[in-house]
Nanobody
Framework: QVQLVESGGGLAQAGGSLRLSCAASGRASDTYAVAWFRQDSGKEREFVAAINWSGENTWYADSVKDRFTISRDKDKNAVFLQMDTLKPEDTAVYYC???????????????????WGQGTQVTVSS
């Protein structure tokens, strides 16, 4: 079992920055890929970014590429999402997620992830 807890959401102005954190704990939690997803009310949950277990490989949605950066700190057992040049359309609840299988990257579909945090709200005003 892996437990995930997000933090760092809040209110930002367009063009501003926020940094989200995902604290992982549990069964060898530093051996899992971690992804960030987001969901705005009435919309489908969408992939934002992911990082593999070692931190050597990252993936981004086209909508956030060159604005968001995902990273992980193995000593702290945490994954971060640095969000710069925020836009109002980035407003959503952001979730971090991990798959059941260690050392495996499950791709960009939310249905391939088994462990989820509770989510943190990000609101970007224009």
């Amino acid at each position: 079992q892996v437990q995930l807890v997000e933090s760092g959401g809040g209110l930002a102005q367009a063009g501003g920055s926020l940094r989200l954190s995902c604290a992982a704990s549990g069964r060898a939690s530093d051996t899992y890929a971690v992804a960030w997803f987001r969901q705005d009310s009435g919309k489908e949950r969408e992939f934002v970014a992911a990082i593999n277990w070692s931190g050597e490989n990252t993936w981004y949605a086209d909508s956030v590429k060159d604005r968001f950066t995902i990273s992980r700190d193995k000593d702290k057992n945490a994954v971060f999402l640095q969000m710069d040049t925020l836009k109002p359309e980035d407003t959503a609840v952001y979730y971090c997620a991990a798959p059941y299988t260690a050392l495996w990257y499950p791709g960009t579909h939310w249905n391939n992830y088994d462990y989820w945090g509770q989510g943190t709200q990000v609101t970007v005003s224009s």
